[in-house]
């Protein structure tokens, strides 16, 4: 099994506004109505993979956090993705390997993981928490 890992912010889409952890946090940082821009990059290759790998594994991991899913979905929607799972923060842990280790636990079949992101704090901890799993393939796509 191959899982696709995409990041939201500045990865799917381009913010509007300056990224700060309180307005993040907020259903209002997702208001369709903000001039939120799709990065045409990851578009085109979520669209390649979907059709190339229709087996694969689909997922977003977001340093959102869980209480604005339903606002993050709908704004996800709008630019034509769907997810099969969404690992997002819940409680005070905002570090990406964390809930990378936890996917890897949940699909011990994989053995490829594709990753678009775009900061090197979140590409850091993922390949770090990488190097316990050597029979998995990790590629990085950085978008910014």
């Known amino acids: 099994m191959n899982i696709y890992l995409f990041d939201f912010d500045n990865t799917i889409v381009n913010l509007p506004y300056e990224e700060t952890i309180d307005f993040l946090d907020q259903a209002e ?7 939120f821009t799709a990065i045409v990059k990851t578009r085109k290759d979520y669209i390649k993979y979907s059709n190339y790998d229709p087996d694969g594994l689909f997922l977003l991991l977001s340093n959102r956090i869980v209480e604005v899913k339903e ?5 996800l929607n ?3 993705y769907n997810f099969e799972d969404y690992y997002l923060i819940s409680g005070d842990d905002r570090n990406k390997g964390n809930r990378v280790k936890k996917i ?10 594709k990753y678009w992101e775009d900061k090197d704090k979140h590409i850091n901890s993922v ?4 190097k316990d799993y050597p029979e998995v393939k990790l590629e990085i796509i950085k978008t910014a």
């Open 78 to 80: 709008k630019f034509g």
């Open 29 to 35: 940082s997702l208001d369709p109505n903000l001039n």
């Open 71 to 75: 606002s993050l979905i709908t704004l």
């Open 104 to 113: 890897l636990e949940k699909y011990p079949g994989c053995k490829s993981i």
């Open 127 to 130: 390949t770090e928490v990488m």
